[in-house]
């Protein structure tokens, strides 16, 4: 790579793929002629593949590729049976290495991670013993397209497993037997998932076990996770299993360990799953001398806690574990976080290399009957192979309305395409059905067709007869056939009945809105005036900065201060961000691209217009009335002792309480942010003063990641660390005019008297009252009143309904780092909106008759978009309006409202009675 | 001798969830039984309780809504 930011040469050397991927149709005939066999990586070689082959079923695009240096062709110069039997001439074995040059303005790097390697792990026999496997091999015998189709079976015998070990901390928090002193951060929750999914399929009598340390399930909703998995039957013992024996021929396994109370034991197992920790991408050395970027020490690419997507180098950015280990929602926002970053430095050169297509005009059909014209693939032999395809051409002719049938090689082929075209014209058609493959993947493809050829595109309709027929019932060619006539009549049936749709689109108002002028907020005001969107904050109190004016240092050591200085500074000058203090949302209304938020202050009201909103507010430490707090002046919460150091100078103890009404009934969710806080806190206090006793009473220590290294930190510098459990906690009480804690140790076995000079609490982290902001803009709120995201790991900063966003910890308590990544992800996220004129939405949406309407409110209840409103109606009372921006065209309005007054475009009543009453008697009949 | 019964079965797939589970079926290659007519809808929610007794009323013999 050559050049600097705005301004990069990356040359990319692109690997031979040996199949033209505009002619895979993936069929898998090539792979099922090719005489090389390899293990297959993507089942941890637990299975096999050919050397022509597509990683997973899944992958996208689905297109098949070789491998040379399995393939006996460039091996031994002979073979071609997949050039041979290919049906559509893809292959091309004389494919070369190309040399690309791209000339780009920044870069992302996301080379991921790699699991660790087992086999140094002596004690576990990990490559010898066959039914000790890793987490990652697990994974595949749960899966249904893994090797044993997911049916769990020991490898020694494939018998099915009745008891299984999971042993968490393989290859992390390890300096003994490896180099890995960091937490991998995800090996809690994907052992209790495995475990729990392991019940499922084994059912009764199967008894899972996990072997852990501290267990870290600190994420959204993964603390319920762990209730519910010990509620299942999931054993968890906290031990670290120290030997690995196979105790008989069958394979058995003895695993030993030690109890809390000192206590040897040996348990006998079918199967052992290590849990495997992260590292970072082998190619990540060369990457880094490539880039130029930094790594931390442990090969990791380093980034701070203020731009935690930003390397070392300008211009270059990363996210997911190639960063730090990290679980797919942190991975996800951190990708949309870096796209964001790379978007600032280019916002000038945004829609510059735009080409828009162009199509000849629409020709109208509205009033001419139905003139359809169906066309059977034969997919090379997908389809013609397992289906009698001229008989079903045949018989597409007889159904009403049919004026044109045949069939086709390949339906998705260029020419095919542009033969299509013409006879369209040629036999006038004006509705069009492809019994081919699914919709799901060309659907697009067809309807562009139509585009060409003057028709609306949704005058067309798929018959799914590859997928869902032939490839499925490739033994029964006759019912295949039957099956295949029937699905091409009930898509004549419905075709009939199609209505060309106009487009769709809205104007968009180039403006953010954010609320909550802490630093998820002002980061996310930042990133969008920094793409050229200027926004608006509206922050309730009289300053910015949120909760993070109480912390002084991020886990990496960084002034918070300092950063808030800079950042409050940057936010008041930046000449597009308009800070509302001492403002309140008292309104909303209004739709992707065209919100109108009602703002009050002691001043009055305001209207802003706006095309995003993003909701940023914040959240702050519970109060308590637990362990004297409030009763007793040397009872402190969270960071009073932290900003008040002169109250130490004659102290000799501090206690830190962990999880103080929190991970209980009150609060059932992990705070995330306490371990490490109590962990710094206590680690400045032994550096100020080394003689002081520092105590912490917790429960798990939860310091993943990194962070993991302050928790060893503390414990080198003397922190005294006592778990204790949630029903035998800690007791405070006054001593003089100082106190004494009374916990038990389950090391030593006894309840020590502590006498303390401070006890510091940490409370659980809560939402602000975000009740009436969800109820404005119709977003959800969970248990725990935190804003519900879309979806959990795909979609993490977005809410269901368009042009809404959230971050921060609104969101869900997370420390400074994360709130800045989902914050920049927001906005990112948010730039996919404003940087376009118009939005165009899909026409496929709700359509009101308000003759009929009774104005019940039901459709706008159930509604999980917005998308539908009642208004009133001047002499009638209310009616449904709906707002096609926010519809998903689900259809929950039209098929619960009373009056059956509510209609989805392309998806009408009427059209699905059709394809119904074509379903309900079959062809064969 | 009369012929074993072959059930005619109405299938309402989700596009978004089932009926894509169907077409991974698919890719995999895994054999069911032909006796599902499928209806692609956007949301099982979009599946009015009247879809499903015309369904039976006209001929199904099952219905199968999956979402």
Known sequence: ?925 | MTEPFEPNIAAFLCNWCAYAGADLAGVSRLQYPPNLRTVRVMCSGRVDPVFIIQALKEGADGVLVAG
């Not at chain 1, 976080?337 to 790379?342: F, L, M, P």
């Not at chain 1, 597009?576 to 309140?584: F, G, M, P, Q």
Request: aromatic share 8%; hydrophobic share 35%; proline share 5%.
């Open chain 1, 1 to 925: 790579m050559e050049g600097n930011a705005g301004n990069f040469t990356v040359t990319v050397k692109k690997s031979p793929r040996y199949v033209d991927m505009d002619k895979c149709i993936a069929c898998g005939e090539c792979a099922k002629k090719c005489p090389s066999k390899v293990p297959d990586e993507y089942n941890q070689g637990l299975s096999k593949r050919k050397a022509i082959y597509v990683p997973y079923p899944q992958a996208v695009p689905l297109k098949y590729a070789i491998d040379a240096a399995n393939c006996n062709y460039f091996k031994k110069g002979k073979c071609r049976n997949c050039e041979k039997v290919c049906p559509t001439k893809a292959i091309r074995l004389d494919d070369k290495e190309e040399i690309i040059r791209l000339n780009v303005g920044s870069v992302i790097v996301t080379a991921g991670f790699k699991p660790f390697d087992s086999s140094k792990l002596l004690n576990y026999q990990y490559g010898k013993y066959p039914n000790v496997v890793t987490s990652v091999e697990f994974e595949r015998l749960l899966s249904a397209g893994g090797p044993s189709g997911g049916h769990i079976t020991r490898p020694s015998d494939h018998g099915e497993p009745t008891k299984i070990a999971w042993l968490q901390c393989v290859g992390s928090r390890d300096l003994n037997k490896c180099d890995n002193p960091y937490c991998s951060s995800v090996c809690c929750m994907y052992a209790i998932k495995e475990a729990m999914i392991a019940k499922e399929h084994i059912g009764k009598g199967f008894e899972p076990v996990i072997f852990f340390m501290d267990m870290r399930t600190f994420g959204k909703d993964f603390e319920k996770y762990y209730e519910r998995a010990k509620a299942c039957g999931v054993r968890f013992i906290r031990s670290k299993v120290h030997t690995i024996t196979e105790i008989d021929e069958a394979g058995k396994l003895g695993l030993k360990y030690v109890t809390d109370a000192g206590e040897i034991k040996e348990e006998i197992f079918d199967m052992a799953v290590l849990s495997v920790g992260m590292e970072p991408a082998d190619s990540v050395a060369e990457l880094a001398k490539t880039f130029g970027i930094e790594l931390n020490p442990y090969k990791f690419v380093k980034t701070s806690d203020i731009s935690p997507v930003a390397t070392s180098r300008p211009g270059i950015f990363t996210a997911g574990v190639i960063q730090g280990c990290k679980d797919i929602p942190q991975s996800v926002m951190e990708a949309s976080a870096a796209a964001c970053c790379a978007g600032s430095g280019l916002a000038s050169a945004r829609g510059s290399l735009i080409r828009t297509k162009e199509f000849p005009p629409e020709s109208d059909v509205c009033g001419e009957s139905p003139r359809i014209g169906v066309f059977v693939c034969n997919c090379g032999t997908n389809i013609g192979g397992f289906a009698d395809v001229p008989a079903i051409t045949e018989y597409a002719k007889t159904l009403p309305n049919v004026v044109y049938a045949q069939e086709n090689l390949f339906s998705c082929s260029q020419d095919t395409q542009d033969k299509l075209v013409e006879i369209i014209k040629e036999k006038n058609l004006n509705r069009i059905v492809v019994a081919a493959c699914t919709p799901r993947t060309h659907e697009p493809l067809f309807q562009e067709t139509l585009s060409n050829a003057g028709l609306n595109p949704y005058l067309f309709e798929m018959s799914n007869i590859r997928n869902q027929c032939t490839w499925v019932h490739s033994d029964n060619k006759e019912k295949a056939t039957d099956k295949a006539k029937d699905l091409v009549r009930m898509a004549v049936s419905r075709a009939t009945l199609l209505e060309p749709i106009p487009r769709l689109s809205v104007d968009v108002l180039k403006h953010g809105l954010v609320i909550g002028g802490g630093v998820a907020g002002m980061t996310a005001a930042l990133s969008l005036a920094n793409q050229g969107f200027p926004a608006t904050i509206v922050e309730q109190t009289d300053h910015l900065g949120g909760a993070a004016r109480e912390i002084i240092k991020t886990a990496k050591g960084e002034d918070i201060r300092k950063f808030l200085a800079d950042i409050v500074g940057q936010v008041e000058k930046h000449p597009d961000i308009k800070v509302l203090l001492n403002s309140e949302v008292s309104g909303a209304s209004g739709f992707v691209g065209n919100f109108e938020t009602q703002v009050t202050s002691e001043s009055g009201s305001q209207a802003v217009k706006h095309g995003v909103t993003i909701i940023a507010t914040g959240g702050h430490a519970a109060d308590t009335g637990e362990y004297l707090y409030g009763k007793h002046p040397r009872v402190t919460l969270w960071h009073t002792l932290e900003n008040a150091p002169e109250k130490l100078a004659d102290a000799d103890t501090v206690v830190f309480i962990q999880c103080v009404g929190s991970r209980d009934d009150s609060h059932p969710y992990c705070s995330k942010v306490c371990c490490t806080s109590s962990v710094m806190q206590a680690i400045a206090i032994k550096e100020k003063h080394p003689d002081m006793n520092v105590f912490i009473l917790y429960r798990d220590i939860r310091t993943y990641g990194e962070r993991e290294l302050l928790y060893k930190e503390a414990r080198e510098k003397g922190v005294i660390f006592i778990r204790y459990s949630l029903d035998n906690k800690p007791v405070v009480s006054p001593d003089g005019d100082k106190l004494s804690v009374k916990v038990f140790d389950p090391i030593l076995q006894r309840t020590l008297l502590i006498g303390a000079d401070y006890v510091n609490l940490a409370t659980a982290i809560e939402p602000a009252d975000n009740s009436r902001i969800a109820e404005y803009y119709k977003v959800p709120l969970n248990a725990e009143k935190f804003f519900m995201e879309a979806h959990a790991k795909l979609r993490p900063v977005e809410f269901a309904s368009d042009g809404l966003f959230i971050c921060g910890l609104a969101h869900y308590p997370k420390p400074l780092d994360e709130s800045i990544a989902q914050a920049m992800a927001a906005a990112g996220r948010a730039a996919t909106v404003l940087a376009k004129a118009t939005i165009d939405i899909s026409p496929m949406v709700s359509q009101v008759n308000t003759d009929h309407c009774i104005g019940c409110g039901l459709c706008a209840e159930i509604c999980p978009f917005g998308a539908i409103v009642l208004e009133e109606v001047a002499g009638k009372g209310y009616r449904a309006k709906n707002i096609p921006a926010s519809c998903k065209g689900c259809g929950l309005c039209a098929s619960s409202c009373p009056q059956k007054t509510i209609d989805m475009l392309h998806f009408r009543n009427q059209q699905i009675e059709a394809t119904i009453s074509a379903a309900a008697i079959s062809a064969a009949a």
